[in-house]
């Protein structure tokens, strides 16, 4: 086994897929949502009239948390690598098996 430390992590990259992690997490978490909304809303309704309903918002909380996602997850990235030159970066182990 050997040790080895991560000293940099490329930040376009890594921003990129944690966005798209982020996306598929989400996309999961509104479908549960207006599933539940239909069940058990006010009017029950469909799912589809409930997403047709709320579409403009959805569109616009989804397009604004992308955003953030990718800009937080982007500054973490220079953070850590600021902070690994002087610290050391994290440590992993690798087995040669």
Do not use: Q
Request: one cysteine or more; glycine letters at 6%; hydrophobic letters at 60%.
């Amino acid at each position: 086994m050997s040790t080895r430390h991560i000293v940099r992590i490329a930040p376009l990259h890594t921003s990129i897929l944690l966005t798209l992690i982020y996306c598929l997490v989400a996309a999961i978490v509104v479908i549960f949502g207006a599933v539940l909304m239909a069940l058990f809303g006010e009017h029950n309704e469909s799912l589809l009239a409930v997403l047709s309903r709320e579409a403009d918002v959805l569109l616009a909380g989804a397009l604004l948390n992308i955003a953030v996602a990718f800009i937080i997850s982007m500054l973490i990235s220079l953070v850590y690598n600021f902070l690994a030159k002087y610290l050391g970066g994290i440590e992993i182990t690798l087995d040669d098996d």
